[in-house]
């Protein structure tokens, strides 16, 4: 029987540059023969199957269709993220995007290094990824790039409670709607916020936990954003509700807050602080949070044994959805928690509920694409944000990517 990078090179085309790309591409998937979980097949230009994979399985067997050579070229010199333009570009499809990085990430050791970028690109992403640093101006800049898309693109596809986060499902019934609140309802109830208490959110978002909150306690919440249209839509939101509290919103930087709370929220915001900035980031809960005070962290965590390659080698997600953008490893944020001075006291993993919740966000957005279109956005785009949100799915199912939410306290002295 024929290896599956002798299959491929046995459909060689007669063309010279046909020829050459597909005998780049043997070479390089040679090694996914022996891919020990599903089977990927691929579909070449030229109408031939070729399968990579000794080991079917009932879900994870991907199909990627090429339908040209470009793809090949373009991953070949840029990677992952070469890989990633030329599916924004057409060059390659697959039905299920969440399946086939799933099936890339439980078979990562057979890849040894195949997507990483040619100097030069690998050189270019770099430089742009480190021209995105998370100074004040810079974390400005990077914020507005993704989240002022306009709060009529982000009402399409998010739920009624505009969350752009991990929802926590409790049952496989639950609604996206309902589990956002559940999550919301999970960080209340984790820090124990009572009447009277003072809140801080360090990044607000469109307003929906500060909804909840003030709907249930006689308690103050100061919520901050550096998104221009988050901060709108989360003053005029809570302006239109009866609220048992108090809630006001600012465009501020999380480090030029001042006072002390009882509390601090923070959801899924770190990941846009930047690894420089992570020391400051939890000298700043530190700070704000008073004697015994406890914070309420919610975060999208990368693998450990990934991290160091991740950090120096950004990604599409870095260079295309969330410029300076960087995960931490669940071991790098306990070690600069505790750095701080800052004590752990709860934490818990639900990265199945994120790739839910994608799925769900992926569904929402596709169906309501011919509303999202006259916007302004086109084809390229909507390639885009399916490829991230696939790219995601996959990453929480392959369990590269997590999402905890963790509970700090700082001490009574």
């Known amino acids: 029987m024929k290896s599956a990078a002798a299959a491929l090179e046995s459909n060689l085309g007669s063309a010279w540059w046909a020829k050459r790309q597909q005998q780049m591409l043997a070479k390089v998937l040679a090694p996914l023969s022996k891919a020990a979980r599903g089977v990927l097949s691929l579909n070449l230009p030229n109408g031939s199957c070729v399968e990579f994979g000794e080991h079917p399985c009932e879900r994870l067997n991907p199909v990627v269709t090429l339908h040209n050579w470009k793809a090949v070229r373009k991953a070949f010199t840029g990677g992952s993220v070469g890989w990633s333009e030329a599916y924004m570009d057409g060059d390659w499809d697959s039905p299920d995007l969440a399946v086939l990085v799933e099936w890339i990430a439980v078979n990562e050791?057979?890849?040894?290094?195949?997507?990483?970028?040619?100097?030069?690109?690998?050189?270019?992403?770099?430089?742009?990824?480190?021209?995105?640093?998370?100074?004040?101006?810079?974390?400005?800049?990077?914020?507005?790039?993704?989240?002022?898309?306009?709060?009529?693109?982000?009402?399409?596809?998010?739920?009624?409670?505009?969350?752009?986060?991990?929802?926590?499902?409790?049952?496989?019934?639950?609604?996206?709607?309902?589990?956002?609140?559940?999550?919301?309802?999970?960080?209340?109830?984790?820090?124990?916020?009572?009447?009277?208490?003072?809140?801080?959110?360090?990044?607000?978002?469109?307003?929906?936990?500060?909804?909840?909150?003030?709907?249930?306690?006689?308690?103050?919440?100061?919520?901050?954003?550096?998104?221009?249209?988050?901060?709108?839509?989360?003053?005029?939101?809570?302006?239109?509700?009866?609220?048992?509290?108090?809630?006001?919103?600012?465009?501020?930087?999380?480090?030029?807050?001042?006072?002390?709370?009882?509390?601090?929220?923070?959801?899924?915001?770190?990941e846009a602080v930047g690894e420089k900035y992570w020391p400051r980031y939890f000298e700043t809960i530190n700070q704000r949070l008073k004697p015994g005070g406890r914070a309420a962290i919610q975060i999208i965590t990368i693998d450990e044994a990934r991290f160091a390659d991740y950090s120096a080698n950004p990604d599409f997600i870095q260079t295309y959805i969330f410029p300076g953008g960087m995960l931490p490893s669940p071991e790098r944020f306990r070690a600069e928690a505790q750095t701080a001075g800052l004590t752990i006291k709860d934490e818990e993993a639900f990265g199945l509920g994120y790739a839910r919740t994608l799925h769900e966000w992926a569904k929402n957005f596709n169906q309501h694409w011919p509303e999202i279109a006259p916007l302004g956005f086109d084809q390229r785009f909507k390639r885009m944000w399916n490829y991230y949100l696939g790219y995601c799915e996959g990453g929480f199912r392959g369990k590269s990517i997590d999402v905890y939410q963790f509970v700090l306290e700082k001490p009574q002295c």
């Not at 992403?125 to 004040?136: E, G, I, M, V």
């Not at 607000?204 to 006689?218: I, R, T, Y």
């Open 109 to 270: 050791a057979f890849f040894d290094g195949m997507l990483d970028s040619g100097k030069v690109e690998g050189a270019i992403q770099k430089w742009r990824h480190r021209r995105n640093a998370n100074s004040k101006r810079g974390s400005r800049r990077n914020i507005s790039y993704h989240y002022d898309l306009g709060n009529d693109f982000y009402q399409r596809w998010l739920d009624p409670s505009m969350t752009y986060s991990a929802a926590y499902y409790r049952d496989e019934q639950q609604s996206l709607n309902a589990a956002q609140h559940a999550k919301y309802q999970r960080l209340i109830d984790l820090l124990d916020i009572k009447n009277g208490d003072h809140v801080l959110e360090i990044g607000c978002g469109w307003g929906g936990f500060a909804e909840q909150l003030c709907q249930q306690k006689a308690a103050t919440l100061h919520g901050i954003t550096l998104s221009e249209r988050q901060l709108e839509y989360a003053e005029q939101r809570l302006s239109n509700i009866k609220l048992r509290g108090s809630a006001e919103f600012s465009l501020t930087d999380y480090r030029d807050t001042e006072g002390q709370y009882d509390h601090i929220v923070s959801i899924e915001m770190l």
